[in-house]
């Protein structure tokens, strides 16, 4: 595919997704990153112990876009819950119970999520009950990491959900 980015015009498109329940989701797909955002790139090795990143920066999705979207597009936190209640997630209530595939939300002090991801191990040491999570870390990269090892803070909860309708 070719973007042309006319000056004065936005440098993006979406693309169209919707839940099971044929509820559209709004979403945009942008296609670079500014002069600014490139020199501003994390070293999320340096500063979160155990991360590993996965692929090289990619501003087209962001983690709601990898989790509910196939990474491939932009999906705004107003959109995750519709699509929870809509897609037939079950939110799981003991955490001993998560599994690879179950999908991780996190929610800030307010009660707005404010970042999610994809488990993809069970808790390694049964005391503390931690699962591996691949996340996306804004417009950069998709990060595999501790669940409660993110740059998203405060955060006040976290739920976990899976689909089972």
Known sequence: MIVIHVPGKPNYK???????????IENRQVYDFSASELSAIPDY???????????????????YGMTFACARTT??????????DDDG???IQNADEVLPGDVIIYYNDNGEIWHSGIVVSKPSDERIKIPWVVSKWGKYSEVYHQAYDVPY????QVRYWRITK
């Open 153 to 156: 803070r405060p955060i006040a």
């Open 45 to 63: 090795s340096r500063d979160y112990r155990g991360a590993e990143l996965r692929n090289k920066p990619n501003p087209i999705y962001n983690c």
């Open 14 to 24: 979406s693309i169209r997704i919707q839940t099971r329940c044929r509820n559209d």
């Open 89 to 91: 997630y079950t939110e």
């Open 75 to 84: 999906v705004g936190p107003e959109s995750v819950q519709m699509i929870l």
